[in-house]
């Protein structure tokens, strides 16, 4: 399947503070970044798509302004949590749709665990 | 609303039984469907994917498809502790869309 690298894998962070977290595809290039969110025991839910070179699409409900998104090149997303609370702790996965390979989107990134104290 | 239901389980198996998971969804438009697995802590892993009505063999996990009734499901023979994790169902509709949804998953408990 194809390569999707996240970093870090886990993250702890004071409330208040920034973080972090890319996403990129290692063995293809990306037009498109799928950045999901997973709270304990529930579903994967999508948060923003993001297009390489283009302003990401958010999913309603998804604070824009607080969850910064990035997509600068074919190969590298990110995300960031701006002044980032308890409640933003959640486990934060990406994938990537490549430009000329089919289905890459079904393969995701390691995940980043993020804790906010 | 497009929605993707499975029991949250857990299903408790012993070793070597053959795990039945499920999963039914809402869009009658649906055209891709995906069972993962999810350790926990780390991300969901794609293991098997099926776009036609009928059974789909790969080593020990079937996937089956039935558009009809709404329904897919997956099996695991000869069940291991370490098939022991969470199974999510994805679907994805024929709208152009490449995002699917996901059910929240079951836990499998596979026990020695």
């Known amino acids: 399947g194809a390569v999707v690298s996240q970093h870090p894998s886990r993250v702890i962070c004071k409330s208040g503070t920034s973080v972090k977290i890319e996403c990129r595809s290692l063995?293809?290039?990306?037009?498109?970044m799928f950045w999901y969110r997973q709270f304990p025991k529930k579903s994967l839910m999508l948060m923003a798509t993001s297009n390489e070179g283009s302003k990401a699409t958010y999913e309603q409900g998804v604070e824009k302004d607080k969850f910064l998104i990035n997509h600068a090149s074919l190969t590298l997303s990110t995300l960031t949590v701006t002044s980032a609370h308890p409640e933003d702790s959640s486990f934060y996965i990406c994938?990537?749709?490549?430009?000329?390979?089919?289905?890459?989107?079904?393969?995701f990134g390691q995940g980043t665990r993020l804790t906010v104290v | 609303q497009k929605e993707v239901e499975q029991n949250s389980g857990p299903l408790s198996v012993p070793e070597g039984a053959i795990a039945s998971l499920n999963c039914t969804y809402s869009?009658?438009?649906?055209?891709?469907f995906f069972w993962y697995r999810q350790y926990s802590g780390k991300s969901p892993e794609l293991i098997m994917f099926i776009y036609s009505n009928g059974d789909k063999e790969d080593g020990r996990f079937t996937a089956q498809l039935n558009k009809a009734s709404q329904y897919v499901s997956l099996l695991i023979r000869d069940s291991q502790p370490s098939d022991s994790a969470t199974y999510l169902c994805?679907?994805?509709?024929?709208?152009?869309?490449?995002?699917?949804?996901f059910g929240r998953g079951t836990s499998l408990i596979v026990h020695p």
């Open positions: 994805a679907v994805k509709s024929s709208g152009g869309s490449y995002i699917p949804t």
């Open positions: 994938s990537a749709r490549g430009t000329d390979r089919e289905g890459t989107e079904a393969f």
């Open positions: 063995d293809f290039q990306a037009t498109t």
């Open positions: 869009d009658r438009g649906s055209q891709s």
